[in-house]
């Protein structure tokens, strides 16, 4: 079971979507990530960056043929960090519902 732990870096919304998204496939394409979070290339770009440089997403850039691809994926640490982030926001839930239920 993996320890609840709060994640501020993997808090941001669109850093949230990104690791979920990554959370779910092995690799992901660059295009697939930008239209599944509407997001523009150089949007994309910075908040892949910025989970690079928290060691929680591998990005690989390489060519197809002559055309460049971009593919991203969740690292074991990355990987560790969501599934802490997730347990803490249901831990959140969970007692916001317990003292709905607690109220006379």
Avoid: C
């Avoid at 870096?9 to 959370?23: D, G, K, N, W």
């Avoid at 990355?78 to 347990?87: N, P």
Wanted: proline fraction near 4%; charged fraction near 25%; hydrophobic fraction near 45%.
């Amino acid at each position: 079971m993996t320890a609840a732990r709060f994640d501020e870096l993997i808090h941001a919304p669109t850093r949230l979507e990104l690791v979920s998204l990554l959370a779910a496939t092995d690799w992901a394409d660059f295009r697939q990530l930008k239209e599944s979070a509407e997001l523009s290339d150089s949007a994309l770009s910075k908040q892949l960056s910025t989970l690079e440089g928290a060691g929680y997403v591998e990005i690989r850039k390489g060519f197809v043929g002559r055309r460049p691809r971009t593919t991203a994926r969740l690292t074991p640490a990355g990987r560790v960090a969501f599934d802490g982030h997730v347990a803490a926001l249901q831990a959140i839930v969970a007692r916001a519902n317990a003292s709905i239920v607690a109220r006379p």
